[in-house]
Antibody, heavy 116, light 109 residues
Framework: EVQLVESGGGLVQPGGSLRLSCAASGFTFSRNWMTWVRQGPWKGLEWVANIKPDGSEKYYVDSVKGRFTISRDNAKNSLGLQMNSLRPEDTAIYYC?????????WGQGTLVTVSS | QAVVTQEPSLTVSPGGTVTLTCGSSIGAVTSGHYPYWFQQKPGQAPRTLIYKISNKHSWTPARFSGSLLGGKAALTLSGAQPEDEAEYYCLLLFIGAWVFGGGTKLTVL
């Protein structure tokens, strides 16, 4: 059974930092692109970032470039998202996605709230 | 950055057929955009229905199908069921980034 379990969400002040993690199991993590997607309150889905299987290529939505960094540890089947200089508009549920076809499986999400 | 457009809302009768579309602000949607379709019900994480235009997962009900239609990606639901009432999102690949559509709220009524 495939599982993607996000962690690390919470309440942070504007300008602060947070690191999200995603533990993957049940599929060949090291062979797949992995992705972060977020969903703000009463909003739709927003693609945030993805990373190539070997970590050599990373892509970001314009609104997080220079602030967020996606990473992975294939030995631990783990995906990360380092979020710096957080803004209120970054408030969202953050989902981890992966699978042989890039977006096969979703985690349950972790909530990030940026507020003073 | 490209904008991906979807109908904000659609209504279908039980047993009826409805087509949701997914367009691009910068031109026709093609196979090179690798369209995906996702379903999200209230309080739940989304799940993937269709990948790369028309491919289904093992959990995708047979009544859903994907295609390219008139320069857009399309999701067709044939024989709508009450449990199909949900928000549907498409996702397209552009140079260097993927972009979601704004979602279509589908009502089965």
């Amino acid at each position: 059974e495939v599982q993607l379990v996000e962690s690390g969400g919470g309440l942070v002040q504007p300008g602060g930092s947070l690191r999200l993690s995603c533990a993957a199991s049940g599929f060949t993590f090291s062979r797949n692109w992995m992705t972060w997607v977020r969903q703000g309150p009463w909003k739709g889905l927003e693609w945030v970032a993805n990373i190539k299987p070997d970590g050599s290529e990373k892509y970001y939505v314009d609104s997080v470039k220079g602030r967020f960094t996606i990473s992975r540890d294939n030995a631990k089947n783990s995906l990360g998202l380092q979020m710096n200089s957080l803004r209120p508009e970054d408030t969202a549920i953050y989902y981890c996605l992966g699978g042989d076809n890039n977006y096969d499986f979703w985690g349950q999400g972790t909530l990030v709230t940026v507020s003073s | 950055q490209a904008v991906v457009t979807q109908e904000p809302s659609l209504t279908v009768s039980p047993g009826g057929t409805v087509t949701l579309t997914c367009g691009s602000s910068i031109g026709a949607v093609t196979s090179g955009h690798y369209p995906y379709w996702f379903q999200q019900k209230p309080g739940q994480a989304p799940r993937t229905l269709i990948y790369k235009i028309s491919n289904k997962h093992s959990w995708t009900p047979a009544r859903f199908s994907g295609s390219l239609l008139g320069g857009k990606a399309a999701l067709t639901l044939s024989g709508a069921q009450p449990e199909d009432e949900a928000e549907y999102y498409c996702l397209l690949l552009f140079i260097g980034a993927w972009v979601f559509g704004g979602g279509t709220k589908l009502t089965v009524l």
